[in-house]
């Protein structure tokens, strides 16, 4: 299964973008489907998630408030809608995704998402 995220973009700060993330070829409706990102020099770091059997949410506290994960479980697809886009918030973006059920505290774990997208670049300038 290969994720596709959709490409990214250059926006200005504060502006807004929305990703998505079909998964073709397999149905992650009762598992975890999550964005994490990684900006230049850094580690991958967690953006956010969403499970299937409840939509049950959890976010990054730097991205609380400002971005939103929803799904479309027909469609088999993630999203990630930023909004107020700071230059931190440059980076390149992954969607992943498990057909397992992920407990909420340990949805950040990369370590449990067995499937990957192959990243899109998103940058903001101030």
């Known amino acids: 299964v290969q994720l596709q995220a959709s490409r990214g973009g250059l926006v200005q700060a504060g502006g807004s973008l929305r990703l998505s993330c079909p998964a073709p070829?397999?149905?992650?409706?009762?598992?975890?489907m999550a964005w994490f990102r990684q900006a230049p020099g850094k580690e991958r770091e967690f953006v956010a998630a969403i499970r299937g059997s409840t939509c049950t949410t959890s976010y990054a506290d730097s991205v609380k408030g400002r971005f939103t994960i929803s799904r479309d479980n027909a469609k088999n697809t993630v999203y990630l809608q930023m909004n107020s886009l700071d230059p931190e918030d440059t980076a390149v973006y992954y969607c992943a995704a498990t057909t397992s059920i992920v407990i909420l505290t340990a949805m950040p774990s990369r370590a449990l998402y067995d499937y990957w997208g192959q990243g899109t670049l998103v940058t903001v300038s101030s």
């Open positions: 070829g397999r149905t992650f409706s009762r598992g975890t």
